[in-house]
């Protein structure tokens, strides 16, 4: 039983040009939601978080939005940078106040210059 | 600011063998929080440490142990391994927990392979 879903596996952009990435998740439960970063051979970095009291929230080039009726957030990169190109995990906790993540599967980002 | 660190950063063992990994947590971070990663997956919650004590537990079998110490510090021990266990072991660490919404932050992961 998936959780929290990546949908798109791979996405390629041009640089200078807005990345967006989603994110679709089940469980009602779900209350703190956050964006990582991952290159090859190193863990996941933290990139945004978000509230379920938010509906957006900007850090620099990212922003992540997250729409609770629809169980969906997105994280938009702009502009996109070829060193953005890694894989990006969307992960989410519910409030039982445990910061138990459960994980999406990943979507690679490929910036091109 | 030193970061999340592991140890070692690659293991090769054989099935049935027990393994140890070692995890030093974020300056100023008592949580920490061990995850497995499957090739082509995302990380799966193991189980959590807070104060020396197990705080909440994944999906796994009791092979998968762990150990926190007086200093943060921790170890996740994995007995009787199986194929199956090869992946990716990340540590995450985070600050004392209040709202449940702090951040994990992750150390670069020990890659296990089980032959």
């Known amino acids: 039983d998936q959780q929290v879903k990546q949908n798109s596996p791979s996405l390629s952009v041009q640089e200078g040009r807005i990345s967006i990435l989603n994110c679709d998740y089940t469980?009602?439960?779900?209350?703190?939601f956050l964006w990582y970063k991952k290159y090859p051979a190193e863990g996941p970095t933290f990139l945004i978080s978000?509230?379920?009291?938010?509906d957006k929230n900007e850090d620099g080039r990212f922003t992540v939005f997250l729409n609770k009726s629809a169980k969906h957030l997105s994280l938009h990169i702009v502009p996109s940078q070829p060193g953005d190109s890694a894989v990006y995990f969307c992960?989410?906790?519910?409030?039982?106040?445990?910061?138990?993540?459960?994980f999406g599967t990943g979507t690679r980002l490929l910036v091109s210059p | 600011d030193a970061g999340v660190t592991q140890s070692p950063t690659h293991l090769i063992k054989t099935r049935g063998q027990q393994v140890t990994l070692r995890c030093s947590p974020k300056s100023g971070h008592d949580t920490v929080s061990w995850y497995q990663q499957a090739l082509g997956q995302g990380p799966q919650f193991i189980f959590q440490y807070y104060e020396e004590e197990e705080r909440q537990r994944g999906n796994f079998p009791d092979r998968f142990s762990g150990h926190q110490f007086p200093n943060y510090s921790s170890e996740l021990n994995v007995n009787a391994l199986l194929l199956g266990d090869s992946a990716l072991y990340l540590c995450?660490?985070?600050?004392?927990?209040?709202?449940?919404?702090?951040?994990?932050?992750f150390g670069p992961g020990t890659r296990l392979l089980v032959l």
């Open positions: 992960a989410a906790s519910d409030d039982t106040g445990f910061q138990k993540l459960v």
């Open positions: 995450a660490s985070s600050p004392l927990p209040t709202s449940g919404q702090e951040t994990q932050y």
């Open positions: 469980n009602s439960m779900f209350d703190y």
């Open positions: 978000i509230s379920s009291i938010k």
